[in-house]
């Protein structure tokens, strides 16, 4: 039973966000700047978030050459244009609104590994820059000469550079978000798994160490749950999709730095502290990989070592060290879904694996649907 004091103090707020999460804290944040003197609680069943916002790989991307040739198969010009320049959008605003240094962001370019079977994508860079131009100001893509000094696998025919990408360290922006937090005196509760929603008197129903449901009250709520949303909110277009990432053991020598892409963005690595991160293949298994469980694919940790023995170093014997996996949330279409539920609750969830670069812009979005 709960005390006088923690039903007096503790359980009602202006705004409840379920989730802490890239959206749910940035939704917290842009909320509490509009109305400084009203109250705010995140709930985020995990001592970290539960998706993937502290699991990803610290990619500052917002689309291989590769990954927008596909995208453009289902999509018009101008969705693949709204989507491109939205994510550009949203890692500018995190690196003005909280520096680089911060978030150990490093403009290092995002490079698309091309094989030979994938080459007809080269015959449409052209035509990706040219719609692309009028929000950057120059050319996105471009092909990098002397493509050997990188020290791939010679099935690697061409490599397209992207100036606009970059990399950061995704635990240090969750850090930023936690001090800004603090900062606005926004309330967080870990460990507070939301079993039941209530969305019609907004209430968020967590259960508590002494066995004992507790109803959170909120004048008003936002759901950042991602993939974990469809079991709060029915009939969702949201698919869980779990991705894994591995780590080497340091290298004495790395020649490159950068976020480089493989297999049109399924297959994503980089350099962090002279460690290869490698990750993603979820798509040889997708069924088996639509799961909100942790856990490690046998199967797509095997042929991530062999994209790494055979393409990545196949000179080297690499020497692997940890190993994760984050659960993130895809549906129908690549666009967010923000939107109001009833008057009183909205969501804000499916970013596509694109957290890093939407969530704060998305966040922004959702609050400002919330706020009167």
Not at 46 to 52: D, E, I, M, N, T
Not at 252 to 268: A, I, K, M, N, Q
Request: proline share 3%; net charge negative; aromatic share 10%.
């Amino acid at each position: 039973m709960l005390s006088y004091w923690e039903k007096k103090n503790l359980i009602q707020y202006d705004l409840v966000v379920v989730g802490a999460g890239f959206v749910g804290l940035s939704t917290a944040i842009h909320y509490k700047e509009k109305f400084p003197r009203r109250s705010v609680l995140v709930l985020e069943r995990g001592v970290f978030p539960s998706g993937a916002s502290s699991r990803n790989a610290g990619f500052a991307c917002f689309g291989s050459l590769t990954e927008v040739v596909e995208d453009l198969k289902t999509n018009t010009e101008e969705e693949v244009f709204e989507l491109l320049t939205k994510r550009r959008l949203g890692l500018k605003n995190i690196r003005n609104v909280f520096g680089d240094a911060p978030l150990d962001y490093r403009p290092c370019g995002g490079f698309d590994l091309i094989r030979k079977h994938e080459e007809d994508t080269l015959d449409e860079m052209e035509r990706i820059n040219s719609f692309l131009r009028p929000f950057f100001g120059e050319e996105v893509f471009e092909k990098v000469e002397g493509k050997d000094k990188f020290g791939f696998a010679p099935s690697v025919t061409n490599i397209v550079k992207n100036k606009f990408e970059g990399q950061l360290d995704p635990a240090k922006y969750l850090q930023c978000l936690w001090r800004k937090c603090q900062d606005l005196q926004i309330n967080i509760l870990t460990g507070a798994e939301v079993s039941l929603l209530d969305k019609e008197n907004c209430k968020a129903y967590v259960k508590s160490y002494y066995d004992e449901s507790i109803g959170f009250q909120g004048r008003i709520m936002a759901i950042c749950s991602n993939a974990f949303a469809g079991q709060l909110i029915e009939n969702l277009d949201v698919k869980p999709g779990r991705g894994m990432i591995m780590v080497s053991q340091p290298l004495v020598e790395f020649p490159w730095e950068g976020t480089f892409h493989l297999d049109r963005g399924y297959v994503y690595f980089r350099n962090v502290d002279n460690r290869l991160l490698i990750g993603g293949g979820r798509n040889l298994e997708e069924q088996e990989e639509t799961t909100t469980a942790r856990g490690i694919n046998e199967h797509i940790k095997e042929h991530l070592k062999q994209i790494t023995s055979e393409i990545v170093f196949p000179d080297r014997k690499i020497e692997w060290d940890m190993e994760w996996s984050g659960i993130m949330a895809f549906g129908e279409h690549k666009n967010p879904i923000i939107k109001k539920v009833n008057a009183r609750v909205g969501i804000g969830v499916r970013l596509g694996g694109m957290g890093v670069a939407i969530g704060w812009e998305a966040g922004k979005e959702l609050a400002s649907l919330l706020g009167d």
